[in-house]
C-alpha cells in the first residue's frame, strides 16, 4: 500500500483523531505524557485530574517530596521511575528553562525523562509541530501495514517521515495510535471492521 492509500483509508477510519490526555497546559501534558508509557490514558486522566487539582506548575513539583509523588501516581504504574523523572524535568524547567517548557525538540530532550516519544507529543500536541511520535501502537501498526520491518522505534520514526509528507506527521501519529487502540489491537484486531484488511498480510478476515 502506498502513503497516499493508508492516509486515505485512516481519514475514512479516524475521522478527528486528537490527544486523549487531558491537559490545559504544556507543562500538564509533559506530566501526563511521562504518566502515559505503559499505562492507559484513562487511568492518566483519572489520576491528573486529581493531582493537578493541587500541583500544575514546574515550581509545584520542583521541590515536592518524592514520596508524596509517588503516591499520588501510583495507580500508573512504574510510580517510583515516573516520579524521579517528573520531579527532575520539573527541575531543569525552572532552573535552565526559566519555568517554561521549552518549545524545541533538541531541548526537550535534555529533560530528565523525556525521550524521542515524549518530546515528539508534546512538540506536536502543545506546540503545533510537525512530529511524529512513535509509541507502542503506532510501532504496531506500522509493521503490519508493511511501512516498516523493525521494532525499534527510532528507525520505525525515521522511515515514517520518509513515507508521509510531513504536514501529515503530527495527525498521522493521532489516527495510527487510536487507529491501533481501537481496531488494529495487538491481541484480536478487528480485521472485519478495518480497510485494509484487503491488502493487510495478518488480515484474520
Ligand atoms: S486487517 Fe487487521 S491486522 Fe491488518 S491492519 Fe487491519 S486490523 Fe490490523
Same mark, same amino acid.
Given at each position: 500500500? $502506498?502513503?497516499?492509500?493508508?492516509?486515505?483509508? &485512516?481519514?475514512?477510519?479516524?475521522?478527528? *483523531?486528537?490527544?486523549? &490526555?487531558?491537559?490545559?497546559?504544556?507543562?500538564?501534558?509533559?506530566?501526563?505524557? %511521562?504518566?502515559?508509557?505503559?499505562?492507559?490514558? =484513562?487511568?492518566?486522566?483519572?489520576?491528573?485530574?486529581?493531582?493537578?487539582?493541587?500541583?500544575?506548575? *514546574?515550581? $509545584?513539583?520542583?521541590?515536592? *517530596?518524592?514520596? &508524596?509523588?509517588?503516591?499520588? %501516581?501510583?495507580?500508573?504504574?512504574?510510580? #517510583?521511575?515516573?516520579?524521579?523523572?517528573? %520531579?527532575?524535568?520539573?527541575?531543569?524547567?525552572?532552573?535552565?528553562? $526559566?519555568?517554561?517548557?521549552?518549545?524545541?525538540?533538541?531541548?526537550?530532550?535534555?529533560?530528565?525523562?523525556?525521550?524521542?516519544?515524549?518530546?515528539?507529543?508534546?512538540? /506536536?500536541?502543545?506546540?503545533?509541530? $510537525?512530529?511524529?511520535?512513535?509509541?507502542? #501502537?503506532?510501532?504496531?501498526?506500522?509493521?503490519?501495514?508493511? %511501512?516498516?520491518?523493525?521494532?525499534? *522505534?527510532?528507525?520505525?520514526?525515521?522511515?515514517?517521515?520518509?513515507?508521509?509528507?510531513?504536514?501529515?506527521?503530527?495527525?498521522?501519529?493521532?489516527?495510527?495510535?487510536?487507529?491501533?487502540?481501537?481496531?488494529?489491537? /495487538?491481541? =484480536?484486531?478487528?480485521?472485519?471492521?478495518?480497510?485494509?484488511? =484487503?491488502?493487510?498480510?495478518?488480515?484474520?478476515?
Amino acid at each position: 500500500m $502506498d502513503a497516499l492509500q493508508i492516509m486515505n483509508s &485512516l481519514d475514512l477510519m479516524i475521522e478527528n *483523531p486528537k490527544c486523549e &490526555l487531558e491537559h490545559k497546559t504544556p507543562f500538564e501534558l509533559l506530566v501526563a505524557v %511521562i504518566l502515559s508509557a505503559q499505562c492507559t490514558d =484513562k487511568r492518566v486522566n483519572l489520576v491528573t485530574k486529581e493531582l493537578f487539582k493541587n500541583f500544575n506548575k *514546574p515550581e $509545584d513539583f520542583a521541590n515536592m *517530596p518524592q514520596g &508524596l509523588l509517588e503516591e499520588k %501516581i501510583h495507580s500508573c504504574g512504574f510510580y #517510583h521511575n515516573k516520579a524521579k523523572s517528573i %520531579i527532575s524535568a520539573s527541575k531543569d524547567i525552572v532552573n535552565r528553562f $526559566d519555568g517554561k517548557v521549552p518549545n524545541d525538540f533538541d531541548q526537550l530532550l535534555t529533560l530528565a525523562g523525556v525521550g524521542r516519544k515524549t518530546a515528539n507529543v508534546v512538540m /506536536a500536541v502543545a506546540f503545533g509541530g $510537525d512530529n511524529f511520535a512513535v509509541d507502542t #501502537h503506532v510501532l504496531r501498526v506500522s509493521n503490519r501495514l508493511g %511501512i516498516v520491518k523493525t521494532d525499534d *522505534p527510532n528507525k520505525c520514526e525515521q522511515k515514517l517521515c520518509m513515507f508521509f509528507p510531513k504536514n501529515k506527521w503530527s495527525k498521522l501519529h493521532y489516527q495510527m495510535v487510536l487507529f491501533g487502540r481501537y481496531i488494529c489491537k /495487538a491481541i =484480536k484486531p478487528d480485521c472485519e471492521k478495518c480497510l485494509f484488511n =484487503k491488502e493487510c498480510p495478518h488480515s484474520r478476515v
